[in-house]
């Protein structure tokens, strides 16, 4: 044992411990320096791209869901674009809004979420408490439209599954007022509060040619300056016509990705106000699904506001062929790339989730730090164990 | 039979034996302890826009909350690891919990009914209350587990930490009546009280007294989410109870110190019911200011995070030393005019 | 994208081709080193996706690159895709050019048995240690279905 | 107060003569009503998420659904707490992790598997990678659901306090 070696203790920050989620993180620590941080992940790896492949295309789309569990909108939203290249097919414009209204709600939550997270790391039970009191609002919003509180499930290949419930948009514009006026709150408690700045302020900085070079995603790459955004770089569903504009930060450190996270939140309701103001009318589910609904089932539909899943989609079958699609998860950049090879069940689905592109990061960042730095950096990554194990 | 009697009651009824036992000491920090703790916990509640604990008894607001929480500590199975040294780990928190306890004996309870009184009595209170983080460093090494070797260090740099400023600023506050005896600080601050002529050295004081029983800002030695539990990763049942009780009692203790020093102890002095208590009605004054002391203390849970310990370091020693000296030289401005 | 494709494709003599979201160039397994180094200075800078496909019937394994870069002009999706043997799939680690490609080059060794030569740390990732030698995503590790 | 410590530091006869006096008087009707009732209202589960279903549980802590109403304190050691809740899906190493927790809790403990995936596998029923947690655990309830709506854990909750209350554990 070296000399160095012998100073250091080698801390296990197991699965069992609260700044380490469903991780184990071997910490190697000099006094109250950490020296060393290795991630230890795969407590939660529960085998989605092996399951994908004897699953039918549509059984595969509550699978995708359960991973992100705190923000299932945007993974199912992936998977079903990637279904739709496959088949070269558009969902038609109102259903493109209603993807985009419920995505959108959905980021608003899982931002809560982190804050949440990042608030009971940094100590606070207070900051966690109130993200998670104001994600409620927002998931009986979902609830209403979708029937779920989180796993909504609510888009399939070709449409969505239901219409927008009436007064939809008064009671949006309710909770987001209210929301509103939390924020202001949250500034003086939390994101101004000066131990917050002491504790994130400098801490953890990722520069931007790293951020780059290390393939970081989502508000962790935009914290450190990179103007990258996938609803912006190549807009999907209906963001073309939304506008909508990239939120970024210069710093780098754990409280630019704070701000950016809150800056988000204020852009995604912005953005559920434009969309649910320019809605269009018309059909939820693409016609090819929908002519092959028999005519009595079709009035029930439109009478109830509600899509009857096709036998068509349930056993259907796409020529071979492989698709790419990426969307802007709340996290992070999420990419589906599926290859069909004619058969009901996908021949290769490889989901690269945010956060297991924002791996990389913990042995990057957390190095010649203090002990308790490590839950700020690791709260303010908004890292999900079980979206990055799938 | 009666002379027992009668005599047994003048002997539970004079101070040497009812301070240590009854008021300011063990009865009541149990109380307290049963008390604050649910308060905290309510409070918290409050802010967080929540109930906090309330089905135990619903009508009173589930006030008997630690009641059962103490009940399922004493039927816990009490493990001790085998890697840990057994007779160090049950004792320790024993120790710890006295050492806490020990210095409230110092307290007056009344002009003329206390059990220690001398003219440094102050100096006693502060050697005494600074046994306890020595015992929180054993009880951190005797549990043989990393997270509360680690928490055990936290608590020895915090307590160098602490310990200075917090006896210079004690030294201010006496530098104020020109005397160390309790009794006779209490008696001179009849018609203003301790804060007003020196505000430096009370802020100080009590922003240590924060700092000493890890209240929130500064909760670091058994900082949740970096170290588990601290230097008490390891113990259940009545064991941990003594622990997570030991930093409440010191808190009781100093915050009793903090009334009889700053807050006018026992002024304005309650008339005399002519009673058997009469002279325990001024301690009841100061058992009410202590407590609203350590409401707002236990408030700081709701609205504060914690501090790195280099963070905290640096504010005691580079910022609250420095303003105890202030106040140390502020009272002697006083004290002269 | 596709501009760039053909002249990788020109140059180092493999063939290119247009998928719905990406564009995408075939490339033998000796030359990935330096198509990615090509790539790599025509300014894609990272890898989206590090995918392995199992294809028994042809009895070898394709390895897929998905680079592409976040400036903005260059944001399209280039993959670089070659196959290899499937009893004994050897590659160059692209590591060293994407950095960003560590772990899931890591990850598709574990789970396909895909031996990248050069990667700094080519060690168990998601499963757990009695998975040795097995390599769950390959198509004859079955599943229960029933 | 005293037989709490008896175990630990008597030594011989006396020791064991101890243990059998504690838990003769334990058994006794009145203190065993007494163990069980404090028991029931301060169930305090460790803080170990083992999958997603951590989210749901969260929210259950949260101020709308606030478990702290039953006493139900989310904690942070082992071995302070008394109730272990199976939060969805229990991989291979994750199941290592949990058995270890679970031993290191003091003696009275229950364990809750929460969600479909805790019960029977749920949607990852056929993965290679799933322990059921009925297999390594003494489970006492299961809470579907995927994952379970808050008001399905405090369901729960109530469940296993009336439960302990009865003494059946």
């Known amino acids: 044992m070296s000399e160095a070696e012998e100073r250091t203790i080698e801390l296990l920050i197991g699965?069992?411990?609260?700044?380490?989620?469903?991780?184990?993180?071997?910490?190697?620590?000099?006094?109250?320096?950490?020296?060393?941080?290795?991630?230890?992940?795969?407590?939660?790896?529960?085998?989605?791209?092996?399951?994908?492949?004897?699953?039918?295309?549509?059984?595969?789309?509550?699978?995708?869901?359960?991973?992100?569990?705190?923000?299932?909108?945007?993974?199912?939203?992936?998977?079903?674009?990637?279904?739709?290249?496959?088949?070269?097919?558009?969902?038609?414009?109102r259903a493109q809004y209603l993807r985009t209204v419920l995505a959108e709600i959905s980021r608003i939550h899982s931002h809560l979420y982190g804050l949440g997270i990042l608030g009971i790391m940094l100590g606070s039970s207070t900051a966690f408490m109130w993200c998670f009191n104001d994600r409620e609002p927002l998931i009986d919003l979902a609830q209403e439209l979708t029937g779920a509180r989180l796993t909504y499930s609510y888009m399939i290949p070709g449409g969505v599954r239901r219409d927008l419930p009436p007064g939809f948009a008064e009671r949006a514009e309710k909770v987001f007022r209210y929301l509103e006026r939390r924020l202001k709150d949250y500034e003086r408690l939390y994101f101004r509060n000066p131990v917050v700045r002491a504790r994130t302020e400098g801490v953890g900085v990722l520069t931007r040619e790293d951020a780059v070079r290390l393939g970081v995603v989502g508000p962790n790459l935009r914290a450190s300056g990179v103007a990258y955004d996938v609803r912006e770089a190549d807009p999907y569903e209906a963001y073309p016509d939304l506008d909508f504009h990239v939120v970024t930060r210069e710093e780098g450190d754990c409280a630019a990705r704070m701000w950016v996270r809150v800056?988000?939140?204020?852009?995604?309701?912005?953005?559920?106000?434009?969309?649910?103001?320019?809605?269009?009318?018309?059909?939820?589910?693409?016609?090819?699904?929908?002519?092959?609904?028999?005519?009595?089932?079709?009035?029930?539909?439109?009478?109830?506001?509600?899509?009857?899943?096709?036998?068509?989609?349930v056993s259907l079958r796409i020529p071979p062929g492989e698709a790419l699609s990426r969307v802007e998860a709340a996290r992070g950049e999420l990419t589906f790339y599926l290859v069909s090879d004619g058969s009901p069940n996908p021949y290769r689905m490889r989901m690269v989730t945010p956060s297991f592109r924002n791996v990389v990061l913990f042995r990057h960042l957390i190095r010649d730090c203090r002990v308790a730095d490590i839950p700020a950096i690791y709260g303010s990554l908004d890292y999900f164990p079980p979206e990055a194990d799938r | 039979m009666m002379v027992m009697l009668d005599l047994l009651l003048d002997l539970l009824l004079s101070p040497w034996v009812f301070v240590p036992l009854v008021y300011p000491g063990l009865v009541s920090a149990f109380a307290l302890l049963l008390f604050i703790i649910w308060a905290e916990r309510k409070m918290a509640g409050k802010v967080q826009m929540r109930y906090g604990p309330l089905y135990v008894l619903k009508p009173l607001g589930g006030i008997i909350q630690l009641v059962v929480d103490r009940i399922r500590y004493l039927f816990q199975?009490?493990?001790?690891?085998?890697?840990?040294?057994?007779?160090?780990?049950v004792l320790?928190?024993?120790?710890?919990?006295?050492?806490?306890?020990?210095?409230?004996?110092?307290?007056?309870?009344?002009?003329?009914?206390?059990?220690?009184?001398s003219d440094i009595s102050l100096l006693a209170f502060l050697a005494l209350s600074s046994l306890a983080?020595?015992?929180?460093?054993?009880?951190?090494?005797?549990?043989?587990?990393?997270?509360?070797?680690?928490?055990?260090?936290?608590?020895?740099?915090?307590?160098?930490?602490?310990?200075?400023?917090?006896?210079?600023?004690?030294?201010?506050?006496?530098?104020?009546?020109?005397?160390?005896?309790?009794?006779?600080?209490?008696?001179?601050?009849?018609?203003?009280?301790?804060?007003?002529?020196?505000?430096?050295?009370?802020?100080?004081?009590?922003?240590?007294?924060?700092?000493?029983?890890?209240?929130?800002?500064?909760?670091?030695?058994?900082?949740?989410?970096?170290?588990?539990?601290?230097?008490?990763?390891?113990?259940?049942?009545?064991l941990y109870g003594l622990c997570m009780g030991a930093s409440y009692v010191k808190m009781y203790a100093l915050s009793l110190l903090f009334t009889v020093m700053f807050l006018g102890a026992w002024h304005p002095l309650p008339p005399p019911t002519g009673t058997v208590l009469d002279p325990i009605l001024p301690g009841a004054v100061v058992f009410a200011k202590a407590l609203a002391v350590m409401l707002c203390g236990t408030l700081l849970r709701a609205v504060y995070q914690r501090y790195r310990i280099d963070q905290a370091l640096k504010i005691s020693w580079h910022t609250l030393t420095p303003l105890s000296l202030a106040s140390l030289a502020l009272s002697a401005l006083v004290g002269v005019a | 994208m596709r501009e760039l494709a053909e002249r990788v494709a020109s140059e180092l003599g493999g063939e290119s081709g247009e998928s719905p979201g990406f564009a995408w160039v075939r490339v033998p397994p000796e030359k990935m080193l330096e198509a990615a180094r090509m790539i790599r200075?025509?300014?894609?800078e990272h890898v989206k996706a590090v995918t392995a496909i199992d294809r028994p019937e042809e009895g070898e394994i394709e390895v897929v690159y998905h680079a592409s870069s976040y400036e903005p002009g260059r944001r399209g999706v280039l993959a670089l895709r070659t196959s290899v043997p499937r009893d004994d799939p050897r590659l160059p680690s692209l590591v060293g050019v994407w950095p960003s490609a560590e772990y899931m080059e890591r990850e598709q060794w574990e789970m396909l048995g895909v031996v990248f030569e050069g990667h700094p740390r080519l060690e168990r990732l998601l499963l757990p240690e009695d998975f040795e030698g097995v390599h769950p995503l390959r198509k004859d590790y079955e599943v229960r279905t029933a | 107060m005293v037989c709490g410590l008896a175990g630990t530091v008597m030594v011989g006869e006396l020791e064991r003569s101890a243990r059998s006096a504690s838990r003769w008087l334990v058994e006794r009707t009145p203190l065993r009503t007494l163990r069980d009732w404090g028991t029931a209202f301060?169930?305090?589960?460790?803080?170990?998420?083992?999958?997603?279903?951590?989210?749901?549980?969260?929210?259950?802590?949260?101020?709308?659904?606030?478990?702290?109403?039953?006493?139900?304190?989310?904690?942070?050691?082992?071995?302070?707490?008394?109730?272990?809740?199976?939060?969805?899906?229990?991989?291979?190493?994750?199941?290592?992790?949990?058995?270890?927790?679970?031993?290191?809790?003091?003696?009275?403990?229950?364990?809750?598997?929460?969600?479909?995936?805790?019960?029977?596998?749920?949607?990852?029923w056929n993965s290679y990678n799933i322990v059921r947690p009925a297999e390594i655990l003494p489970v006492e309830l299961f809470v579907p659901g995927c994952p379970p709506r808050p008001e399905a854990v405090a369901r729960a909750i109530i469940e296993l306090q009336k439960r302990v209350r009865r003494g059946r554990w």
């Not at chain 1, 939820?284 to 009478?303: D, G, Q, T, V």
């Not at chain 2, 493990?79 to 007779?87: K, M």
């Not at chain 2, 509360?148 to 020895?156: D, M, P």
Request: net charge negative; with cysteine; glycine share 6%.
């Open chain 1, 15 to 93: 699965p069992q411990h609260p700044a380490s989620g469903h991780m184990r993180l071997v910490a190697r620590v000099d006094g109250d320096v950490v020296v060393e941080l290795r991630p230890d992940i795969g407590y939660v790896h529960r085998t989605v791209e092996k399951l994908a492949e004897v699953k039918t295309y549509l059984q595969v789309v509550p699978l995708v869901e359960r991973p992100a569990l705190a923000d299932t909108a945007n993974h199912n939203l992936g998977y079903v674009l990637a279904v739709e290249r496959l088949l070269g097919v558009e969902a038609p414009p």
């Open chain 3, 41 to 44: 200075e025509a300014g894609l």
């Open chain 2, 92 to 117: 320790a928190p024993i120790a710890l919990f006295t050492a806490c306890l020990l210095p409230v004996v110092v307290i007056p309870v009344g002009p003329e009914f206390y059990a220690f009184r």
């Open chain 4, 42 to 124: 301060s169930l305090w589960p460790v803080h170990f998420t083992t999958a997603c279903c951590g989210a749901e549980f969260a929210a259950a802590s949260a101020p709308r659904f606030d478990a702290e109403r039953f006493g139900f304190l989310p904690f942070v050691g082992p071995r302070q707490c008394n109730l272990m809740l199976i939060e969805g899906t229990l991989t291979r190493k994750m199941a290592r992790a949990a058995v270890w927790v679970y031993e290191q809790m003091p003696d009275p403990k229950f364990v809750m598997a929460m969600g479909a995936c805790a019960i029977d596998g749920g949607i990852f």
């Open chain 2, 77 to 89: 199975e009490p493990i001790v690891p085998e890697e840990a040294d057994a007779a160090a780990f």
């Open chain 1, 263 to 313: 800056d988000e939140i204020r852009e995604s309701m912005r953005l559920v106000r434009e969309a649910l103001s320019k809605i269009p009318d018309g059909p939820i589910l693409h016609e090819r699904f929908s002519k092959a609904i028999p005519p009595k089932w079709r009035e029930w539909m439109e009478e109830k506001r509600r899509v009857k899943i096709p036998a068509a989609m």
């Open chain 2, 133 to 238: 983080p020595a015992f929180t460093v054993a009880v951190g090494w005797a549990s043989s587990n990393k997270f509360s070797l680690i928490g055990g260090l936290r608590e020895g740099y915090l307590a160098l930490a602490y310990e200075v400023p917090l006896v210079v600023s004690a030294l201010a506050g006496a530098a104020l009546y020109g005397t160390m005896d309790l009794v006779e600080m209490a008696e001179a601050q009849s018609s203003v009280w301790g804060v007003c002529l020196n505000p430096l050295a009370a802020l100080v004081f009590l922003l240590l007294v924060y700092m000493e029983t890890s209240r929130f800002p500064f909760e670091i030695s058994e900082a949740e989410s970096e170290i588990v539990m601290g230097p008490f990763t390891e113990y259940s049942g009545i």
